[in-house]
């Protein structure tokens, strides 16, 4: 439920074919969720201890997985994004309930802390490859549909424990409560949200749109920041302090973006060191910022809830400023690929007539392919029969297509350097945290 | 908090302000951010011709001289113009977008065909004897007529020459 915020980043642009909508209008299925889940999550947390978080939890999986079968059946974005908006709240209930459950099964709640700190950084990494792979063996929904199996799962071993609070009708009673939500660490972790979330939708995008990648494929490149988002999580192990883990894992996670918005050729090795940055920074901070927020506080279920609204609120923010920022500059690359395409081609030595004639395929295979970054090869067919001709315009497709893949990588410049920013601002917010040792 | 564990915070976080520096430096030093669109030439500006050699790199400096003449008269890019003229269906996406009449098209392609005959003479490429009636020519020739001229450049420059050859010769046999 964790990873269901980034799970559908890879299908996105499947959907966005499908269900014949605009890139903006796609979006809301991220946003949508995020933005439920960030308003639910403390409200369903109040829930929880009021009629026991066996029951909040039961009752939390069985309405996510009845929302998730509706998603995957869903044929308009109307109906999916409403459906997405009713999984938000049986994840917000079963997820802060979640927090109550562990202790009882890990041992202590300090442990519980972490573990489900760790499961959120997890899911958040892994959900992108698992979503990409089944949206390209499959289809996009079967993320939802697989998601009611897993649900239902889930809330078996529950079922007893919901069970013996309806029979006893004993809930938690335990109703200390120790301090306020942690200001300092809810903010940085809504802005390191909002940089993570930008930094998974921005390079899924790129990899398809910009680089014509299949989900698959994607997913495999995207694989990189879950397995370091593994020695993050390792990492951590070995430093007590919360707030450094936290500081250099907005370090890392902005330094990732900024590569990423400086990428120096359209290829799919160089985007891997940034995403080992990103991958190893989300594992430190996201951790070390919810253990942060949860420390010496009471009850879990509704601190938990309020990191649980912290981070899905900058995602919603982190969507909701940059969405506009990289579909404006997509729109401009677009443009500008345009005319560079046909100015290359004016410019080159080849015969009139056929340059005139490929200007015009070209531009309209750019138009056509509104949004995305066309192979021009077809608009290049049928090669010339004169063999200096036909070298004269492969070199000018080898060239319009490096001109092309060049300006889409940096359509996404601005939008990761911001991402990166907010990374970096998340530096205040870590600083005035209190130091915490777990 | 143990003093080793303060140091192992700062060794961390110094490790993560090292990487990040060292990978944003090393994507910006291999020109992560020197890339720069192709920029559109104002078509206003004289475009010199490249010294051409034969009918066909006459006939290519030809084509893109009336783009450039045609494109400046109409106040658009030279590619646009380009791509305007390729098929009729993008011309008429091009005179609405624009909010362009056939006349001023017209107008405009003749301009062009007038700038490409001046650039090809300054150059050499055409004699200042098949210069003055082609300029008079093609200021009179219908829209449909001016745009083949631009689009098939060699074959117009190679009638003009079959026809006015001759006409050439026998003129600069009787001229002093």
Redesign the interface.
Known sequence: MLADSSIVVLALPDIYRELNTSVSGVTWVLVSFNLVMALAAVPAALIARRVGPGRAAAVGLAIFAGAGLACGLADSLSTLIAARCVQAIGGAAAVTAALELLPATVGSEQRATTVWAAAGATGAALGPALGGILTELVSWQSIFLLQVPVALAAAVPILSVAKHEAATGIVSTELRRTGRPHLWANLALAMVSAAIAAALFLLVLLLIEGWRLSPIEAALVVSAMPLAAVIGGKLADFVPDARARAAAGAILVSGGLAGLAFLPKATIVLTLPPQILVGLGLALVLSALTETALSGRAPQAIHGGWTISARHAGVVIGLLALTPIFTAEIDQQRHDAINAGTAVILDSPINPLLKLDLAERVSERLEEERGKVPTIGPAFEPLPDDPGERSEVQQLQSELQDQLDRGATHAFSTSFILAALLGLIALFPIALSKEVEL | ??AG??S???L??A???V???V??GA??A????S?E?????DPCKPRPWSNPQGL??I??Q???SA?DGAACQLGV????L??A???PE?RERFKERYGITDAKLAKAVRAGLVRAVDDAEEAGALSPILAVPLREAVQRVPLEQAIEFI????SFLGNVNSFLGPAQSLLEEFLP
């Open positions: 908090m143990s564990g303060r192992r915070g700062f961390l976080i490790g993560a302000v990487a990040s520096l990978l944003v994507y910006l291999a020109g992560g951010s890339y669109p192709e920029k559109v030439q066909s790199e006939a290519n030809f084509t893109v783009l890019s030279r590619e646009a380009a791509r003229l390729a098929t993008a689009n098939d450049a060699e």
